[in-house]
């Protein structure tokens, strides 16, 4: 889940997300200990993109917080 509470960014695994690196309206956070299901329905238009090192960083802590 992206949350914009910038704090988060200091638990083990999550990852800050720069505004002006992801287009995000605001500064964010992946918070990887609250990973949600949606339906595709459920989603909005696209607001940003993550550069592949941030992705990379967002893997490696999903696989940490469901411990693959």
């Not at 889940?1 to 002006?20: C, Y």
């Not at 992801?22 to 949606?38: E, F, I, W, Y």
Request: charged share 20%; no cysteine.
């Amino acid at each position: 889940m992206l949350t914009s509470n910038t704090d988060l960014a200091t638990m083990p695994g999550n990852v800050f997300l720069p505004a002006a690196v992801t287009g995000l309206p605001r500064d964010s956070v992946a918070d990887v200990a609250a990973v949600v299901t949606l339906n595709k329905t459920d989603l909005a238009e696209q607001t940003g993109h993550a550069p592949l090192a941030l992705m990379r960083e967002i893997d490696r802590g999903l696989r940490g917080s469901l411990d693959l």
